[in-house]
């Protein structure tokens, strides 16, 4: 059985960074699609991020700042936020797809979630 395990939220000012890692236990990362996705308090949930081989592609409103990437050796994958600010606020999900052999934005096509790590931008 696959397991995500999320880390690295926290409380950060505006302008600050962050480094999310999620652990995957079960698998190997290098198999499957992987995403990130987040929800901000009283929003639905949006994708950000997602991987699959040597691929990576993000959502619009990332515009750059936030980078995803994998480490085979360790079983992680990460997402760098950068230059964050209050409406980055929100509950950060990573997630693993066992159906697509390319990048998806698409969350339903996601099987397993983590439990979500907090990211808290404020001054």
């Known amino acids: 059985q696959l397991q995500l395990v999320e880390s690295g939220g926290g409380l950060v000012q505006p302008g600050g960074s962050l480094r999310l890692s999620c652990v995957v236990s079960?698998?190997?990362?290098?198999?499957?699609?992987y995403g990130w996705f987040r929800q901000g308090p009283g929003k639905e949930r949006e994708a950000i991020s997602s991987?699959?081989?040597?691929?990576?592609v993000y959502a619009d409103f990332v515009k750059g700042r936030f980078t995803m990437s994998r480490d085979n050796a360790n079983n992680t994958v990460y997402l760098q936020l950068n230059s964050l600010n209050p409406e980055d606020t929100g509950v950060y999900y990573c997630?693993?797809?066992?159906?697509?052999?390319?990048?998806?934005?698409?969350?339903?096509?996601?099987?397993?979630w983590g439990q979500g790590t907090q990211v808290t931008v404020s001054s």
């Open positions: 997630a693993a797809n066992s159906r697509s052999t390319w990048p998806t934005l698409w969350a339903p096509q996601y099987d397993y």
């Open positions: 079960g698998f190997r990362v290098d198999y499957y699609t």
């Open positions: 991987i699959r081989g040597g691929t990576t």
